[in-house]
C-alpha cells in the first residue's frame, strides 16, 4: 500500500470516460500489507491493487473497528483479494449494509473501479455510494465529534456530498441519510449554507436538522422567518397534516403559500425564542456506528412553538382552499394538469396568464371593458381567442368564465348559474369584484327568473329605460338575501338580457310549477316594474297579457292592478272578452288568497289619469317583511316534499347522509332520487322536483352547489337539449 503525496497521470485504472471496464489482468490476492490504516484526505490520491483512486476521503488498510466492534465497512483493505478479471458492476452480492471486508472479490474489484472513475458514474450500484458514505459519516461522528479532529476538512467532506446528492439524489435510501449527514457538517461548522431543500408535501416527519437550527438561530435573534423557510417549515412541521391539494400540487402550493405569507405577515413571523435549547438525535446510515444525541448550544428549539404552528395551519388552510379546484382537476385529469382549462383554477397571483396561451384573450377582455362597469361584446370572438377547439362546449365556456375572474372580469351569460352556452351573439363583461358566485342559490335563481319576465315587459317599448332596470333591480336586491356580489352578476346579467332578448315561452315550464298565489304575486313584481317609467304603453299592456295568460291568471285581474297603479295608460283597457274570463270551476269557488298588492298611494277619484310612480317607494315597498315574503321570497319558498318522496330518501342509500349535509328536506329527496339512474330527460327532471315541491331551474342549481361545495363539480350535466346527465366523479363524491 502506497500513498502518493500529488496526483500524477502514471496511476494504473480505468479512465472515467470508460465506465466500467477492467484492465485484463489475472486475479491474485496483494502481497500482505504492515498493519494499520490510515484517512486519506480529501485531494489526496491513493493506489489501491495497481489502481490510481483519486480524491481522498476513504480509509484505506487494516485493524480499523467500529463502534459495534466489528471490522469498519468502509475500510479498503488492500489485503483483500480483487478479481479484476469478472468485475461485479450489478451489486448482487452486497448485502443490505454493505461492507469492503464482506464483498467478493468480483465485488470488490467493481467498487474500486468506481473509486477510480471518480465516483461519478450515474449507474454504479447504490451500495458502492452508500459504502462511501459509511467512511464520510465515520470521519464526522467517530474523528470529528468524539476525537475533536480538526474542522478544517468539514467543508470539503459537504461539498463532496452535494456533489454526490447531485448524482444519486434520486435514491431515496441514499439521499436521506447524505442530507442527514450534511445538516451534522452544517451544525458542527456553523454554516447556514447547506439549508434542507425539501420538496414541500413528501413527509409529515420532524423537520431536518438543518431547518431546525435555522428556525432557532433566526428566534434566537429576534429575526424574521422568510418565506422560503416558512414554506419549508410548514411542509415538515411535526404537527401540520399537509393537505391533499398539498400532495397532489406540492409546486403550485409551496408558490402560493408562500407568496400569501408575504401578504399576511409582511417580512416574516417573529418567532418566540423561550424554549428549551435544541438537542439533535442522530441515527447514523452505517451499521457500525450507533446514534447519540449531540446539543446545540445557544439555539432553541422552536420547531412547535405555539403562535407560528398556528398561523403556519391557518395559511396552510388557506392556501389548501385556494386551489382545492385545481388539485381535483389535476385528481381526474393528471396528464391534463397544464392545460388552460385547469390552470384557470388556479389564482391568478401564481398562474402568470400574461405570458401563456390566454394572453391574447386577457388582453381583449382588457381594452373591451376599459374602465366601464359591463360591456356587450361579440360572443364569437370570445370564443374565437379562446385557446382551445371551437365551438366552444359548457366546460370551455365555465374555464373562461372562471379565467377572467381571476383577473377582475366576469361573464354573462356564465352555465354555472343556468346561462346558455354562446359561441356568437352578445356576452357581457363586467367588472367582477368580491367573491364572485359559482352557483345559483335558490334566491339568485328566483331574482334571475324574475328578472326575465320583467326584461320582457320592461323592454318591449323598444327602450328599456334606466329607471325600469333600477327599479327592477331594487325590487330584487332589497327583496331577496343577495350579497353585493350577486347583485353585480345580476345587474351583469340584466345587461345582457337587455340585449339578447328574452321569449315569454323558454320560462313556461317553471311557471307552471307555481301555486296561483305565487304566479299573483309575480304579476304584482311585473306591473311594478311596467309602471315604473310613469306610462304603460300598448306593447306593453299586450305582453303582460301574454304572461298573464302564461301565469294562467284572468286578464281581468290586470286591467284591476293597472287601474290601481294610477299611471298614464297609452292604450285603451277594453273590458275583457268572454275568452279571458276566468274558468267556472275558479270562479265558483272563492280564489286563494293572493300575496298582498304593492301599496301604492291611494288615488282621488279627481286625479288625472297620469300619476309619476316613485320608485323609491317601490323599493322601499318590497323591502318590508310582508313585501318580501309575498313578492319574492315566498314566490320560491320550498314546500315539503310528498310522502312517497320522503320515504325514498329515507329508504335510499346505505343509512350515511353525509352525501346530502347542508340540504334541506326537499332537496336531500330530490337528490335521493335523481342518484337513482345515470341520466334523466328535462321534462322528467322538472316532473321530480315538482313532486319535491320545487322549481326544476332552482333545484338544478341548488344541487349542482351542493356538489360543487362537495368536489368542486357540478352534479348534473347538459346532454344536448334535452337532457341532463350525472357527472360520475361528483355522484362518487357525494356517496362518499
Keep these: 500500500m502506497s500513498f502518493v503525496e500529488d496526483p500524477d497521470d502514471s496511476g494504473v485504472g480505468t479512465p472515467a470516460s470508460s465506465g466500467y471496464s477492467a484492465p485484463n489482468a489475472p486475479a491474485r490476492r496483494p502481497r500482505p500489507r504492515p498493519h494499520g490504516h490510515t484517512w486519506v484526505p480529501a485531494g489526496h490520491p491513493a493506489e489501491i491493487d495497481g ?103 468539514l467543508p470539503e467532506i459537504a461539498g463532496e456530498l452535494r456533489r454526490l446528492l447531485r448524482v444519486y439524489g434520486d435514491h431515496e435510501a441514499f439521499a436521506e441519510p447524505a442530507r442527514d449527514l450534511l445538516d451534522l457538517v452544517s451544525m458542527l461548522t456553523g454554516s447556514d449554507a447547506d439549508q434542507p431543500g425539501v420538496e414541500p408535501g413528501t413527509s409529515r416527519l420532524p423537520s431536518p436538522v438543518a431547518l431546525r437550527i435555522r428556525l432557532g438561530s433566526l428566534a434566537a435573534v429576534g429575526t424574521p422567518l422568510p418565506a422560503d423557510v416558512a ?93 382545492d379546484a385545481y388539485s381535483n ?74 379565467l377572467l375572474e381571476r383577473h377582475g372580469i366576469g361573464l354573462e351569460p356564465d352555465p354555472r348559474l343556468g346561462g346558455p352556452v ?50 327592477m333591480l331594487d325590487h330584487l336586491a332589497s327583496g331577496l338575501d343577495l350579497t353585493p356580489a350577486e347583485q353585480e352578476r345580476l345587474a351583469a346579467h340584466l345587461h345582457w338580457l337587455s340585449a339578447a332578448g328574452t321569449r315569454i315561452a323558454d320560462l313556461g315550464r317553471e311557471v307552471a310549477q307555481l301555486s296561483e298565489s305565487r304566479r299573483s304575486a309575480i304579476a304584482d313584481v311585473l306591473v311594478a316594474v311596467a309602471a315604473a317609467d310613469g306610462i304603460v304603453t300598448a306593447d306593453e ?60 298611494p291611494a288615488q282621488p277619484a279627481d286625479a288625472p289619469r297620469t300619476v309619476a310612480v316613485d320608485p323609491a317607494l317601490l323599493a322601499a315597498t318590497a323591502a318590508s317583511t310582508a313585501a318580501v315574503n309575498s313578492l319574492l321570497s315566498d314566490i320560491f319558498a320550498e314546500d315539503e316534499p310528498p310522502a312517497d318522496i320522503a320515504d325514498a330518501e329515507e329508504t335510499s342509500g346505505d343509512g ?25 330527460d328535462r321534462a322528467e327532471f322538472a316532473a321530480l322536483a315538482d313532486r319535491c315541491g320545487l322549481m326544476p331551474a332552482g333545484a338544478l342549481d341548488t344541487l349542482n352547489e351542493h356538489t360543487i361545495d362537495v368536489c368542486d363539480d357540478v352534479l348534473l350535466e347538459p346532454e344536448g337539449d334535452d337532457v341532463l346527465a350525472l357527472n360520475d366523479f361528483a355522484v362518487e363524491a357525494v356517496r362518499r
Design 656 to 680: 350515511d347522509d353525509t352525501a346530502a349535509d347542508g340540504l334541506d328536506a326537499a332537496h336531500r329527496a330530490l337528490l335521493a332520487e335523481v342518484l337513482t339512474r345515470d341520466r334523466w
Design 422 to 471: 354562446i359561441n356568437d351573439g352578445p356576452a357581457v363583461l363586467f367588472e367582477a369584484r368580491g367573491d364572485m358566485p359559482r352557483a345559483a342559490g335558490p334566491e339568485y335563481a328566483a331574482a334571475s327568473t324574475l328578472l326575465q319576465l320583467a326584461v320582457a315587459v320592461g323592454g318591449v317599448d323598444g327602450d328599456l329605460q334606466a329607471v325600469e332596470q333600477d327599479v
Design 231 to 323: 414554506v419549508a417549515w410548514q411542509a415538515q412541521h411535526p404537527t401540520i397534516r399537509p393537505p391533499t391539494a398539498q400532495a397532489r400540487c406540492p409546486v403550485e402550493f409551496a408558490e402560493l403559500f408562500a407568496l400569501r405569507y408575504r401578504d399576511r405577515h409582511g417580512d416574516g413571523l417573529v418567532v418566540d425564542p423561550d424554549h428549551p435549547l435544541l438537542r439533535i438525535h442522530y441515527v447514523p446510515a452505517s451499521s457500525g456506528l450507533l446514534p447519540f444525541d449531540l446539543d446545540v448550544p445557544g439555539v432553541p428549539d422552536v420547531a412547535e412553538e405555539p403562535y407560528a404552528t398556528r398561523a403556519l395551519a391557518s395559511l396552510t388552510a388557506s392556501v389548501a382552499a385556494e386551489i
Design 51 to 153: 489502481r490510481h483512486i483519486p480524491g481522498g476521503l476513504i480509509y484505506v488498510g487494516n485493524d480499523l473497528y467500529s463502534q459495534s466492534g466489528a471490522v469498519e465497512p468502509s475500510l479498503v483493505d488492500p489485503s483483500l483479494p480483487v478479481d479484476r478479471n469478472r468485475p461485479d458492476r450489478d451489486d448482487l452480492d452486497l448485502d443490505t449494509w454493505p461492507s469492503y471486508s464482506t464483498m467478493v472479490p468480483t465485488a470488490r474489484s467493481a467498487y474500486l473501479t468506481w473509486l477510480a472513475d471518480g465516483r461519478a458514474h450515474p449507474r454504479a450500484p447504490l451500495g458502492f455510494v452508500l459504502l462511501f458514505l459509511y467512511g464520510l459519516e465515520r470521519r464526522v461522528i467517530v474523528d470529528h465529534v468524539d476525537r475533536g479532529a480538526p474542522a478544517a476538512e
Design 541 to 600: 299592456i299586450d305582453i303582460l297579457r301574454r304572461i298573464f295568460e302564461l301565469l294562467a291568471l284572468p286578464v281581468s285581474s290586470l286591467h284591476d292592478r293597472l287601474r290601481a297603479a294610477s299611471v298614464e295608460i297609452a292604450a285603451p283597457l277594453d273590458p275583457p272578452t268572454a275568452d279571458e274570463e276566468p274558468p267556472a270551476e275558479t270562479a265558483e269557488a272563492p280564489p286563494p288568497q293572493a300575496a298582498p298588492a304593492l301599496p301604492l
Design 329 to 402: 382537476f389535476v385528481a381526474r385529469n393528471p396528464e391534463g394538469r397544464h392545460d388552460v382549462a385547469a390552470r384557470a383554477l388556479l389564482p391568478a397571483a401564481i398562474t402568470h396568464d400574461e405570458h401563456g396561451p390566454a394572453a391574447e384573450l386577457l388582453s381583449w377582455a382588457r381594452r373591451s371593458l376599459g374602465s366601464d362597469a359591463s360591456v356587450v361584446v361579440d360572443a364569437a370572438m370570445l370564443a374565437r381567442l379562446w385557446p382551445g377547439q371551437a365551438p366552444l362546449s359548457s366546460a370551455d365556456v365555465v374555464a373562461c368564465a372562471q
